[in-house]
Structure formats: structure tokens, C-alpha cells
């Protein structure tokens, strides 16, 4: 009984250093998240659809594809440049290179956006 007390403990210890808030409290373990594309150049000002891409998230715990849980945040690193909606369409706003994250609690995939001028 001890021993389990004392793992638990330590599990909400871990949980509660982590900076990121917990965002799916049913995540898998060994969650592994990544985007698709990978990297991406956009052109800015672009009405043919090169101006907009759509990252999509795969998750991976324990090296098995899972479904993505629902409880993932996109964010852009440098608005900017970038601007992500929660669905993972990314619109260029300026000239440059941002990340783009998705996050599953402490867990993140990134996908590097480049926009260029017309």
C-alpha cells in the first residue's frame, strides 16, 4: 500500500512541475506528437492557397499510432508571421520563419513556417 502511495505521489509530483497546464488528463503515456508537413513555405498575400497550409497531428505513444486526443492547442511561436487556428490552418501575416506547435499536456510536434514575398 505504501509503495503505490509513494508512486502516485511522485506522479502528481511530475505533473505538477511541468510548466504546461494539462490540456487532456486522458492522454496515453509515452505520448509522441508530431506535424505533417513538417516544414512548409508559404507566400504571403497569396490568394491561390499558397498562402495558407493546413498542419496535420499524429500521435504515437510507446512508437504506436493512437488517435490524436482532443484535448491538443496550436499555437504559432511568432504571430507575425503565422497566425494557426485549432484546427491547424496556418495564415501567413508577414515575411519569415515561425514554429508551429500542437500541444497534448507537456507533449509537443512542431512544424517549422517559412513566408516569403510575393
Known amino acids: 500500500m505504501r509503495i503505490r502511495f509513494l508512486a502516485i505521489a511522485a506522479l502528481v509530483?511530475?505533473?505538477?512541475?511541468?510548466?504546461?497546464?494539462?490540456?487532456?488528463?486522458?492522454?496515453?503515456?509515452?505520448?509522441?506528437?508530431?506535424?505533417?508537413?513538417?516544414?512548409?513555405?508559404?507566400?504571403?498575400?497569396?490568394?491561390?492557397?499558397?498562402?495558407s497550409v493546413t498542419v496535420v497531428p499524429s500521435a504515437f505513444s510507446l512508437s504506436v499510432p493512437v488517435p490524436v486526443p482532443?484535448?491538443?492547442?496550436f499555437t504559432s511561436n511568432d504571430t507575425s508571421v503565422a497566425?494557426?487556428?485549432?484546427?491547424?490552418?496556418?495564415?501567413?501575416?508577414?515575411?519569415?520563419t515561425t514554429q508551429?506547435?500542437?500541444?497534448?499536456?507537456?507533449?509537443?510536434g512542431r512544424a517549422t513556417i517559412t513566408v516569403v514575398p510575393p
Open 13 to 51: 509530483g511530475m505533473i505538477a512541475c511541468d510548466q504546461d497546464p494539462i490540456t487532456d488528463p486522458f492522454a496515453p503515456l509515452a505520448l509522441e506528437l508530431k506535424l505533417t508537413p513538417d516544414n512548409a513555405t508559404l507566400v504571403l498575400g497569396s490568394l491561390s492557397g499558397s498562402g
Open 70 to 73: 482532443p484535448g491538443r492547442v
Open 83 to 96: 497566425l494557426v487556428d485549432q484546427n491547424g490552418r496556418v495564415i501567413a501575416t508577414g515575411v519569415g
Open 100 to 108: 508551429i506547435v500542437v500541444r497534448v499536456n507537456s507533449e509537443k
